[in-house]
């Protein structure tokens, strides 16, 4: 069977290092068309009993015109095949180590009409001044083709590299209690160093924790939809709870790396233990 092309950057050491000094210097990478047809139609599929609900976000940061689809691992195990894919964790496991963690995993959807996210960077929750390494690492899987129209993810690339805790237009404490209507047009935050990562369907941007992005206004008639499993260290604390989000009955039969990535794993020497053993020992057999 030939391998996809990004099999073989994976392949050769050296095209992997040509890629990793990318991601240095510029704080994400783009893999366009990484997921075949048929793999986006069973991730929309099984998305779409979840996105029916219409659950809106409850701040200026979720989006008031935006669902969110968290816990995804316990919905189906289509999910966690995702959040294994070979090419994220390569570059997981080479910037946060082999006992890397998913810290998160949702889907976020957004509809027509939605404004844009504050600016804001995945590892500000581990409140350490910049600059400094990233703590993180996101992954940005699109579901749906991400135009210049749609809300396509805004970044500043090399701003990973700043040492600024703040910008004009960022997330602030207020913003998780920020429920009020805003114009499409109302943009503090805009920034003529703004990049829009466009991407068709099935395509893959990572991002550095520390990298500043936002969440673009959806200008379009139609929902942008993406899937984002974000990783950290093994020692740090994640975002998500993974121990309650994904029950143990559940945990048992996804693949043996996705339970590793969700706690059932130790990072050495013995942090992660249960009991004084291996969590992995306490899942039902």
Same mark, same amino acid.
């Given at each position: 069977m030939e391998r996809e092309y990004w099999q073989e950057s994976l392949a050769d050491p050296t095209r992997f290092a040509a890629l990793r000094s990318e991601y240095d210097r510029d704080g994400y990478l783009i893999f366009p068309s990484v997921l075949p047809a048929d793999k986006i139609a069973e991730l929309r599929a099984e998305l779409l009993p979840h996105l029916e609900q219409n659950v809106a976000g409850r701040n200026d940061f979720e989006g008031l015109r935006t669902n969110r689809v968290y816990a995804m691992l316990a919905k189906s195990p289509c999910f966690a095949e995702l959040a294994i894919h070979p090419l994220v964790l390569a570059f997981?496991?080479? %910037?946060l180590g082999r006992e890397c963690l998913l810290s998160a995993c949702l889907a976020i959807n957004i509809h027509p009409g939605e404004t844009v996210q504050p600016w804001h960077? %995945? %590892? *500000?929750?581990? #409140? $350490?001044? #910049? /600059? #400094? !390494? *990233? $703590? *993180?690492?996101? !992954?940005?899987?699109? @579901?749906? !083709?991400? &135009?210049? %129209?749609?809300g396509a993810t805004e970044i500043l690339p090399g701003s990973h590299l700043w040492p600024e805790q703040q910008i004009a237009g960022g997330n602030t404490l207020s913003t998780f209690s920020d429920r009020s209507e805003k114009s499409q047009d109302e943009d503090p935050g805009a920034r003529p160093d703004a990049v829009k990562a466009i991407m068709p369907a099935g395509s893959l941007m990572i991002a550095k924790g520390t990298l500043w992005h936002r969440g673009g206004a959806n200008r379009s008639a139609q929902p942008r939809l993406i @899937?984002?499993?974000?990783?950290? /260290?093994?020692?740090? #604390? &994640? $975002?998500e709870n993974m121990s309650l989000a994904v029950p143990p009955e559940i945990a048992v039969t996804l693949p043996e790396r996705a339970r590793e990535l969700i706690g059932y794993s130790i990072h050495p020497p013995f942090m992660g233990y249960v009991d004084g053993m291996h969590p992995r020992r306490i899942l039902p057999h």
């Open positions: 997981a496991e080479a %910037d960077y %995945d %590892d *500000s929750h581990y #409140r $350490l001044p #910049r /600059p #400094r !390494a *990233s $703590l *993180s690492l996101s !992954a940005f899987w699109t @579901i749906d !083709a991400t &135009t210049d %129209d749609n @899937i984002t499993p974000q990783y950290c /260290p093994g020692w740090a #604390r &994640t $975002l």
